[in-house]
């Protein structure tokens, strides 16, 4: 071979090679994602377990919060990048009502999860809503979250705040394990907790949708000035999550979505499993098909705040709250 043939082979193998490393996909990005543990979390699960992150260049760094305040305030420190949270906690921090004096002018929703799941759940001595009066009830924060639903939902029973204490008490699964102690008469549970609440004698007095009508719980929640800086993996998350939900409600996946539920919670047992697959997958009110917001239930939301949130504030108008850009991009794909 003589020394242009070299030089031409050496050129071609080393056009191979940068090809070879060209075509090796880039890592995925990590985004610093916080939420409340429960089963809730499902599509979050099934994003990562089929791939569906990967699939759209990356990967969750997955943080259980103790509490809204833990979350919201690590949110607006930029210590996380997404926060599945409620809705309430996003506007309550941004309009001052949170229950830490932090401010999060640049919170936004990008995207729906839930109607909340919420259930009023009782101790087993407890069967009716005139008991509760006297009783102490607990709550994440008497301020944000899902407390003026609970709030809510007593004074249509026809008790005031006056008639029972709130005391603060965590997340939901801080809540849950608390009221399993019998340390409150009841709370507000997240589905499917209620479902271990119930096969232990415990007494669900009422569904919050049942009482307020539409009402937006979950959503992806973000810093406008991180989201618009990482516009690429929002609308990853947000395809992905979507995806997520949308593989859950098929019917033919169904016991390998048992299998992944009953993977991160062992304690609900195949039955439970079985029970919480018909409530969160419920065509009425389970997940929020493709994470589309409900709109109309950030309404429901702002009027809740408007009534009880302090300082007071008349809010009626959910668009401040939204960025519809991110989903949309997302859905277009």
């Not at 906690?89 to 229950?99: D, F, H, M, P, T």
């Not at 950030?298 to 009626?316: C, D, E, F, I, W």
Request: hydrophobic content about 40%.
């Amino acid at each position: 071979m003589n020394g242009i043939s070299r030089r031409v082979v050496s050129g071609l193998i080393a056009l191979l090679t940068a090809s070879c490393v060209l075509a090796q996909p880039a890592p995925p990005k990590t985004v610093e994602l916080i939420v409340f543990p429960g089963g809730f979390n499902w599509p979050v699960w099934i994003a990562q377990e089929k791939g569906l992150l990967a699939k759209n260049g990356i990967a969750v760094r997955l943080t259980p919060t103790v509490s809204s305040v833990f979350q919201l305030t690590n949110l607006i420190d930029g210590k996380f990048d997404i926060a599945m949270t409620a809705i309430d906690n996003l506007i309550a921090y941004r309009e001052g009502q949170g229950e830490e004096p932090v401010l999060g002018r640049d919170l936004q929703a990008v995207m729906g999860g839930d109607s909340g799941f919420l259930r009023l759940v009782t101790v087993p001595e407890v069967d009716s809503y005139s008991q509760l009066r006297g009783k102490t009830l607990s709550v994440d924060a008497r301020t944000t979250g899902y407390a003026f639903v609970l709030i809510e939902m007593l004074e249509r029973a026809g008790l005031k705040e006056g008639d029972y204490k709130l005391e603060r008490a965590g997340g939901v699964l801080q809540r849950f394990q608390a009221l399993m102690e019998k340390k409150h008469a009841g709370t507000l549970l997240l589905s499917p907790f209620e479902v271990q609440a119930e096969a232990k004698g415990y007494h669900r007095l009422g569904n919050a949708t049942d009482v307020l009508g539409r009402y937006q719980g979950l959503v992806a929640g973000v810093r406008k000035s991180w989201a618009d800086a990482h516009r690429a993996e929002v609308i990853a998350y947000i395809r992905a999550f979507s995806d997520a939900v949308e593989w859950l409600y098929d019917p033919a996946n169904k016991d390998e979505a048992l299998a992944v539920l009953l993977r991160n919670l062992p304690n609900l047992g195949p039955g439970g499993a079985q029970t919480a697959y018909g409530i969160l997958l419920s065509p009425k009110d389970g997940f929020q098909r493709k994470a589309k917001i409900d709109m109309e239930g950030v309404k429901t939301v702002l009027a809740l705040r408007s009534k009880y949130g302090q300082p007071r504030k008349s809010l009626s108008d959910p668009s401040p709250y939204y960025d519809a850009s991110f989903y949309d991009a997302a859905i277009r794909r």
